[in-house]
């Protein structure tokens, strides 16, 4: 090994010089900021401040729709559940139609001329059609009221005027076809027959301010 050899050897074992920069950097604690970097208690405060209530309103806002989702979701599974049978229902209708029907061809002469076997006939179609009734009625199905009844456009369907001085104008007079409602929904109008030339109906604010009236 030659002298030049020895002396690259040398040099390459010797730690590298250190940068003056690098010292400082070291001795410099990591826990002093500078001055550009100044930690601010106040404002980091009031910053976890402003998260925590738009967080805290998020909150509010997420649980409001929850629970308008669960009431809606309950009224319409309700709903479901008590208008289910409408259209099977407006179909029973057409059978109960069909039983009064037959009922009122029968001659009211033959019904009460003691023919046992028409009888029991009629006597059979009755019973069939208070049990469709009472079965559509426990499944919420009901009659709408309509003799002596004020017209309601809603739940009536006028069909022709019956003169009847005695009975107040605009009353139900008769019921061509029987109305069915279920729940609060009209499943079929009531066909029937208003009065006139009766005395004006009373509304109900006209009634009261009577009742008034007599009682001062």
Do not use: C
């Amino acid at each position: 090994m030659n002298e030049n050899d020895a002396k690259t050897t040398a040099s390459d074992d010797l730690p590298p010089a250190s940068d003056p920069a690098d010292a400082d950097a070291r001795e410099k604690s990591p826990w002093e900021p500078g001055e550009e970097t100044a930690w601010d208690p106040a404002a980091e405060i009031e910053r976890l401040e402003a998260e925590k209530a738009d967080l805290t309103d998020r909150l509010i806002r997420l649980a409001a729709d929850m629970d308008n989702l669960r009431k809606r979701t309950e009224r319409e599974l309700t709903d479901a559940r008590k208008y289910a049978v409408s259209k099977f229902a407006g179909d029973m209708l057409v059978v109960g139609d069909n039983l009064r029907r037959t009922l009122a061809a029968v001659p009211a002469e033959r019904r009460e001329a003691g023919d046992e076997a028409l009888k029991a006939l009629t006597d059979g179609v009755e019973m069939t059609e208070r049990e469709m009734d009472r079965l559509l009625e426990r499944n919420g199905v009901t009659r709408i009221a309509a003799i002596g009844e004020r017209f309601d456009p809603h739940r009536h369907q006028a069909m022709f005027e019956v003169s009847d001085p005695s009975v107040p104008a605009g009353t139900v007079a008769q019921v061509v076809q029987e109305g069915y409602q279920i729940g609060d929904r009209v499943l079929r109008a009531a066909l029937v027959g208003i009065s006139k030339d009766g005395p004006p109906q009373k509304s109900a604010g006209t009634a009261a301010d009577g009742e008034a009236d007599d009682t001062g």
